[in-house]
């Protein structure tokens, strides 16, 4: 049988509508909304026969999919290849991309050494790293919101929190950039990408060696691990990849898209200076409102069925989290941007098993800069017109012009 983008193709399934459209076309990726809209309006699933898939976009299905690990399994893959039958690009990694029993202890690691108490530690200094940066763009006045803040924060106080030795602002981006965009098809997008593979990731490999990490950082204490027994020396090493694969271009795409957020809503930007407190609730809801990864698919490992829909096993299914996270059934309002909404439930982090390991982390960076922004920014002016970056399973700017105004 022919494979479609690496995976068995499937008919679709009895009542579900088939939807001739490309997720992945540029024009959906830099633009969405309507996507998503239409999708949750096909119903619980729609079949796409360009890909042979099921996609859902719907909250609820969208959840259960995402939550039920046994029947819907990652290690053959979040993309649209399986691994069962195809050779991916990269040796998977350890945590995303394997399945219980092996993916328990790997990411009990993780969550140690990202641990609310771990991240605790860090919280000063991404107090005063977001304080400074703040300061300086607000002397500059207009910056590039992209490359100057989004892209800055989290390759200064991450790099640093994991002890790399060298911050290469776009090796990490790039390599982010290609991690998410092999997700999907092989089209022009990710072919742009993975052209990059040559020089990237060898450099991506040398970062991750013990002998180039410092000894105080996340990365030390992964190694750590391996000198318990608990991992092999092999393992700790895929584990920093994977922070290097994950950590970087999710927490630039949120820290953009909240400044992209805020530019657009000066009344929650209002809300957000009266009380600064409000930093972390306003990130969580730019996670919502924005979904920084879009899509992430799953493989169904079994015949099952959801939502009254039958679903043969080795179907990959797209699990639209930025439809999701928007659907009208589950939010009210959820086309508004509303810094003290309930966001609660949302699944940009994901949910269950695989739920984002780093995702205190992220908030604590996302809380540094937005507080830091609600302390001293009086307001924040379009300087342009934002630009995306299409990317397979990002929803990301590529340039934000930006002007920060004094009190
Ligand atoms: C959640 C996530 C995204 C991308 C890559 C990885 C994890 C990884 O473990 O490499």
Request: one cysteine or more; charged letters at 25%.
């Amino acid at each position: 049988m022919d494979l479609v983008e690496g995976h068995y193709p499937i008919e679709a399934p009895a009542g579900v509508p088939e939807w001739d459209v490309d997720p992945f076309a540029p024009e959906i990726l830099t633009d969405p909304i309507d996507y998503y809209t239409e999708l949750r309006a096909k119903g619980p699933f729609a079949y796409i026969p360009k890909y042979s898939m099921l996609a859902c976009g719907r909250y609820d299905e969208a959840k259960e999919v995402f939550s039920d690990h046994e029947r819907f399994v990652s290690g053959r893959g979040v993309g649209l290849q399986d691994f069962k039958l195809e050779q991916p690009w990269r040796p998977p990694s350890i945590v995303l991309e394997v399945d219980p029993p092996y993916h328990t202890q790997n990411r009990r690691v993780l969550a140690r050494v990202m641990a609310t108490k771990a991240v605790q530690r860090l919280k000063e200094a991404f107090r005063i790293a977001a304080d400074d940066l703040i300061d300086a763009l607000l002397e500059r006045g207009s910056f590039e919101g992209v490359g100057d803040l989004a892209e800055a924060f989290p390759v200064n106080v991450f790099s640093k929190a994991v002890g790399l030795a060298d911050a290469d602002r776009c090796k990490l981006v790039d390599y982010g950039a290609m991690v998410f965009n092999g997700i999907g098809p092989d089209n022009a997008i990710r072919q742009a990408s993975m052209a990059k593979v040559p020089t990237i990731v060898p450099w991506i490999t040398e970062q991750c060696r013990r002998e180039n990490l410092s000894d105080d950082g996340i990365g030390a204490e992964i190694y750590a691990a391996a000198d318990t027994g608990e991992i092999t020396e092999d393992e700790a090493g895929m584990l920093i990849r994977s922070l290097l694969s994950a950590g970087i271009d999710t927490t630039v795409t949120g820290l953009g898209s909240a400044l992209w957020c805020f530019a657009n809503n000066p009344g929650e930007l209002e809300r957000l200076k009266v009380d600064p407190k409000l930093a972390r609730p306003a990130f969580e809801e730019t996670l919502r409102f924005t979904s920084p990864i879009h899509s992430f698919c799953r493989t169904a490992g079994v015949d099952t069925e959801v939502g009254g829909v039958s679903i043969v096993e080795g179907t990959k299914i797209l699990c639209v989290l930025g439809a999701a996270n928007l659907d009208e059934s589950h939010w009210t309002d959820a086309g508004k941007f509303d810094i003290q909404r309930r966001t609660l439930g949302h699944l940009a982090f994901g949910i269950g098993i695989h739920g984002c390991v780093g995702q205190n982390l992220a908030r604590a960076e996302g809380e540094a800069v937005l507080g830091a922004i609600a302390r001293k920014v009086g307001r924040i002016e379009l300087d342009g017109e934002p630009v995306w970056r299409p990317n397979n399973s990002i929803r990301a700017l590529d340039r934000l012009p930006l002007r920060f105004h004094t009190a």
